[in-house]
């Protein structure tokens, strides 16, 4: 069993496999199944995914009002202009926060980790799908290399915001969707981990501070930043530009950050946005009428 | 290691709109009931922490409901649990405890009918997975990652030898054990997380064993 990325990577270089496949045979091996029982549970939560990011695209609204629609707009703007930051990055942003949207209407979705940052993974997949047309398999793949990285951080440090602060989630989900980019553009396990430590560091400290303690705002605008982060992340990576502090320890910074977090900022809902005059107001406008 | 398995990151499938305050919420509360063995008539659940001060804006008490009404994490009907448990007479009340906690996500629940009464602490840890670290006042570690039996006996000489005979008979490895008691000559705990669930006939053969007074299960 892997502990760290660099005996992940270590695993996929020595046999010579992706890591998908690392994940996956350590799969087979705990849970004592098939390729086939862990393929095809993969498939049900890839088409969880798919489902969340079609019924976004409907336009979905949550309960507050706080969050949706947002996906659609981008959707209307790409038609209509030439996104300045290049189409793929902003079909990623949409899909990205359009799981979250659907996520914050209490619809269905696969938290990956978690459920505030369940958008970079598949966003970033479902936007990357339409330039290097994998097969269905590589998608699954996807899902794989993403869930070894993040398997990696959860037994490290934590992928929870009332652990370790947002850069615990979407920090986690952002560097977890940029190693899977890597592995499916046809990158080497190395530099899926670089892509991984370069979006996690420009992540780290990233606070929770959910206004009036809901994952609406700023949780759906931050799955846009996070899958942006691994696009680009994914593009240095595969330029060959290399992280300076190695993956492993870029997480062990990432942990004794959140650990030094005080709780106001770990998903209390008390200090930062939560904290601001508007943040209060739509606390009180909730909380007085609707719940 | 905390977590074992891919789909504890790429997973699980769920009603929004948090993994760790909704899915790990009904987790603990399906938990609850299992061990409980059948629907509690009355819940008291206290909150701590990042539980206590956001659970309403992430649905962490209708989550909770319908943990304890057996839902799995993707129900639909989630989102009603708390009207739902109304109708089907199951009183809930929640408590915002400000004591200090080592986790900041935890729940305590006080759950029972009009003959019998449990009492748990459940963590949620991340990603919708949970621990439940305390049962009736013993401290336990159980991930669920692996199907479980909790057997309450009497803290006595071949109380442990008569489970672990029977177990043996029936082929059941045993992977992880701990037993736990509250003083000396008085009530315990044996925790036995085993490789396949443990089934009824087996189980209803524990009960009968030596100084054993109560057994519940949990399926992985």
């Not at chain 1, 990623?92 to 619809?107: I, Q």
Request: proline letters at 3%; a negative charge.
């Amino acid at each position: 069993m892997f502990r760290t990325v660099a005996e992940l990577v270590e695993i996929a270089e020595n046999e010579n496999i992706l890591i998908s496949e690392v994940m996956i045979r350590q799969e087979m091996d705990v849970k004592e199944k098939t390729r086939e029982e862990v393929y095809e549970e993969m498939e049900k939560n890839l088409q969880v995914m798919e489902r969340a990011i079609d019924d976004a695209m409907q336009g979905v609204q949550s309960v507050t009002g706080l969050t949706g629609g947002d996906a659609v707009r981008i959707q209307k703007y790409m038609k209509e202009k030439t996104p300045l930051s290049g189409h793929l990055m902003m079909d990623a942003v949409s899909k990205a926060m359009g799981t979250n949207e659907v996520n914050a209407a209490m619809g269905i979705i696969c938290a990956t980790p978690t459920a505030g940052s369940a958008g970079c993974v598949p966003g970033t997949l479902f936007a990357v799908k339409e330039q290097l047309h994998p097969t269905r398999e590589q998608m699954i793949r996807y899902l794989f290399t993403a869930g070894a990285f993040g398997f990696v951080v959860a037994n490290n440090a934590f992928i929870s915001g009332a652990a370790g602060g947002c850069q615990a989630e979407i920090g986690s989900a952002g560097a977890m969707a940029a190693a899977a980019i890597v592995e499916m553009a046809g990158g080497t396990p190395q530099q899926s981990s670089e892509a991984f430590a370069m979006t996690l560091k420009n992540m780290l400290g990233l606070v929770c501070d959910p206004v009036a303690g809901l994952v609406e705002v700023p949780c759906v605008k931050r799955n846009a930043g996070g899958s942006s982060l691994a696009i680009v992340s994914a593009d240095m990576a595969l330029a060959g530009v290399t992280s300076k502090i190695p993956c492993d320890e870029v997480i062990g910074a990432m942990y004794r950050i959140g650990r030094q977090m005080p709780s106001s900022l770990r998903e209390t809902g008390e200090g930062g946005l939560a904290d601001t005059p508007t943040g209060r107001l739509l606390k009180e406008k909730i909380y007085g009428t609707t719940m | 290691m905390k977590y074992n398995s891919v789909f504890d990151i790429i997973g699980p499938v769920m009603v929004g709109p948090s993994s760790s305050h909704t899915a790990g919420a009904a987790r603990i509360g399906k938990a609850a009931r299992n061990l409980f063995g059948k629907q509690p008539k009355w819940a008291k659940i206290h909150l701590y922490e990042s539980f206590a001060k956001t659970y309403r804006g992430h649905g962490t008490d209708f989550a909770l409901a319908g943990g304890l009404l057996g839902f799995e994490t993707d129900d639909p009907q989630m989102s009603k649990a708390l009207d739902i448990a109304k109708e089907k007479g199951l009183e809930i009340e929640f408590i915002e405890d400000s004591a200090a906690v080592d986790h900041p996500n935890t729940a305590r629940l006080i759950i029972g009918n009009d003959s019998d009464q449990l009492e748990l602490i459940g963590i949620s840890i991340g990603g919708g997975k949970v621990e439940i670290t305390e049962l009736n006042g013993f401290e336990l570690r159980l991930s669920g990652n692996h199907p479980a039996i909790l057997i309450m006996h009497n803290d006595r000489f071949g109380a442990i030898a008569s489970v672990t005979r029977i177990l043996a008979k029936y082929e059941v490895n045993i992977g992880h054990m701990e037993v736990n008691r509250k003083d000396v000559g008085k009530e315990a705990l044996m925790v036995i997380e085993v490789d396949q669930n443990v089934e009824d006939p087996i189980l209803k053969e524990l009960e009968g064993a030596d100084h054993i007074i109560q057994i519940s299960k949990i399926v992985s």
